[in-house]
């Protein structure tokens, strides 16, 4: 039975004290994990990229993506608590939905953190060429070397986006050393993000001119299923701003007292970026106006050779939707050339958490995949020296370098959106499950009227997928088509929990042999199986 194998709550436990990570982070550097992958790429480099989609709306649409992280925030909260490992919604999944449903939770996690990592590792390379490179030292980058195949809107391409490439192998190079070691670094660079923001809404709120927001929704709030664009099609593709929250629930098994730790670096991190989109939002179109370049059909144009020529005219050249730098650009047009410098190389500088974070994220859910037997066991080999999963690390930075090097940003983030929706879908429905199948496990954190939040959660998040554009839409189930096949090839053969080796806490048990549903048919063709369980 494919759906059968339902991993025991006290199994997986066990399996991460067996062979465990370093716990070193406190409620507050959850809380800066937290911020540090939340405010990136999102307000950034997509604010203009929203803005084109909803136009003035912008900010109603964080108002709606925010309100989908809420809901998920408070089921990731409580499920994380209860079960402090590494693996994020994979390891959730494991322990209620059983092992098919697992894997292909934690394969479509690969688009949200390691996609994700190379969205953001593009966004990043667009301040280092506009501000840091041509605009502070006079040095005019080549699109060949600056820009992938097509990364311009489709009018115009370039080779390789080298300087992507580079900041995401730097990052993985930093994630090797360390976790507590790549925290400390991101608590430095939380603050210069902080403090530039903060800087962009005191100087963009006094100069609102209300007539920017007329009209506030020039697509309307519903762009149509597939289409991308409106308020909601706009939330779709913003609620990229949002991921990162859920990293901090990966990181429990390296955490001091995650029971108390993890919900409160969820939450708090939530809540700090959200009032900080709303304001910065709201002072990016106030200032210089967000109104979206219509087509001849009275529709915004979607990224692609329409909307880059019509960026490339002057009428649009100082629009803020045409900006792949617009804070640095909002300032630079209302007066405040050096700040807007100053903001442009915030984010030079700043941007390299997220990737970081992200890249944690993603390695550590294949850490925790390769324990299970799931991938080769050889991904979770740990350093003898830096203590960190250094194999499956690299492995993923070199992945994600090359996605950055080759794809733009707007399509990588539409595409990390589709996977993370259905994984915070599944945690929610796995956190219900759990207040039926296991009641009586403490619960540190209980999240209040379970049934209205988890249905609100899992609404939420199909409701976002279906206004994501149709090919991102589409990426998700030929994604998971791909990893299913995998599974059927290596992954069900190679699974300790197929074969039977199941940790536990209590060594007199050692030798009985529990009727696990779903394995037990598994273990009479396999003949390594039929051993005690350890």
Not at 29 to 35: A, N, P, R, S
Not at 415 to 426: D, E, K, V
Not at 480 to 489: D, E, F, M, R
Request: glycine share 10%; charged share 10%.
């Amino acid at each position: 039975m494919i759906f059968g194998r339902v991993k025991p709550l006290d199994a997986i436990l066990a399996t991460a004290e067996k062979k465990s990570l370093k716990r070193s982070l406190g409620a507050i550097q959850l809380t800066l994990f937290g911020v540090g992958c939340i405010i990136g790429t999102g307000i950034f480099v997509l604010t203009s990229v929203g803005a084109q989609k909803a136009g003035p709306g912008l900010i109603l649409s964080f108002v709606v993506a925010g309100a989908v992280c809420v809901v998920a925030a408070l089921c990731y909260a409580e499920i994380a608590s209860m079960i402090p490992v590494a693996g994020s919604a994979y390891t959730y999944s494991y322990a209620v939905q059983g092992e098919f449903l697992a894997w292909t939770v934690g394969w479509a996690l690969l688009l949200e953190y390691a996609v994700g990592a190379s969205a953001v590792s593009v966004g990043w390379s667009n301040y280092f060429v506009n501000t840091v490179m041509e605009r502070s030292w006079g040095i005019d980058v080549p699109d060949w070397l600056s820009a992938g195949p097509q990364a311009l809107g489709g009018a115009v391409g370039g080779f390789i986006n080298l300087p992507a490439a580079v900041i995401a192998l730097l990052m993985t190079g930093l994630l090797l050393l360390g976790t507590s070691e790549s925290a400390k670094f991101n608590a430095i660079l939380v603050a210069i993000k902080v403090t530039a923001l903060t800087a962009f809404v005191i100087l963009t709120l006094p100069v609102m001119d209300p007539a920017n927001f007329e009209p506030f929704a020039p697509a309307g709030m519903f762009g149509g299923i597939g289409s991308g664009v409106g308020i909601v099609g706009a939330a779709a593709t913003m609620f990229f701003a949002y991921v990162g929250f859920d990293a901090v629930s990966t990181a429990a098994e390296e955490t001091k007292n995650p029971q108390r730790n993890v919900p409160i670096g969820l939450i708090g991190s939530l809540a700090i970026c959200t009032i900080f989109y709303m304001l910065v939002s709201a002072g990016a179109v106030g200032a210089i106006g967000g109104a979206p370049i219509m087509g001849p059909d009275g529709v915004p144009y979607n990224a692609g050779p329409a909307l880059s020529a019509a960026c490339a005219t002057a009428q649009y050249a100082d629009a803020l939707v045409c900006s792949p730098e617009p804070l640095a650009h909002v300032l630079q047009e209302i007066g405040y050339g050096t700040t807007g410098n100053l903001i442009g190389y915030a984010a030079f500088i700043a941007l390299p958490s997220v990737i970081l974070i992200l890249l944690f994220g993603q390695t550590r859910i294949f850490f925790v995949m390769a324990r299970d037997g799931l991938l080769p066991e050889a991904l979770s080999k740990i350093h003898p020296k830096w203590q960190t999963p250094h194999v499956v690390t690299i492995i993923t930075g070199l992945a994600v370098a090359t996605a950055a090097a080759f794809f733009p940003v707007g399509a990588l983030a539409d595409i990390a959106n589709a996977g993370t929706l259905y994984a915070f879908a599944m945690v929610a429905i796995a956190v219900w499950q759990l207040r039926k199948t296991d009641p009586n496990r403490p619960r540190p954190f209980r999240v209040p009227a379970i049934g209205v939040i988890a249905s609100l959660t899992v609404f939420g998040c199909v409701f976002l997928f279906i206004n994501l554009p149709l090919e991102a839409i589409l990426v998700l189930p030929i994604w998971t088509a791909i990893g299913v096949l995998i599974y059927l090839a290596y992954g069900r053969r190679k699974s300790h929990l197929g074969r039977g080796i199941v940790e536990v806490h209590e060594p007199e048990i050692h030798d009985i042999q529990p009727t696990i549903p779903g394995v037990d048919e598994d273990r009479a063709s396999d003949p390594n199986a039929n051993r005690p369980l350890t």
